[in-house]
């Protein structure tokens, strides 16, 4: 029965797909603070996911962050804080997490 137990957990950690980036997603950059000077403040923007390692926790974030601006209407932002846990954490909670935090822009001069 624990083995059971412990192949489903494997295999719903497995399941779970990396974040892709949308088309709209791809397009948003990030710019120096100097650079958001020149452009339309948006709102502040964190997200966090899970994943196998925390690379690929960080990286699922990074396309997160990047979708939800361009969801948004933005095309740019400032990176605030990036955070991946460590690996005390990643052993006890079996999956790895990470945090992005950025301010989100309109940038006409992206377009």
């Known amino acids: 029965m624990r083995n059971r137990i412990f192949l489903m957990v ?18 948003v950059r990030q710019i120096s603070i100097e ?3 020149q452009c339309k403040f948006i709102e502040v923007i964190v997200t966090r996911d899970r994943g196998p390692s925390s690379g690929q926790a960080l990286s699922d974030a990074r396309n997160d962050l990047r979708n939800i601006i361009a969801e948004k209407g933005g095309n740019a932002f400032t990176l605030l804080d990036e955070h991946k846990d460590g690996w005390v954490d990643c052993l006890l909670d079996i999956r790895c997490g990470a ?3 950025a301010q989100a822009y309109l940038c006409p001069s992206l377009n």
């Open 10 to 27: 494997i295999f719903l950690v497995s399941c779970a797909g990396p974040t892709l980036l949308t088309q709209d997603g791809a397009q």
């Open 99 to 101: 945090n992005v935090e």
């Open 35 to 37: 650079e958001s000077k």
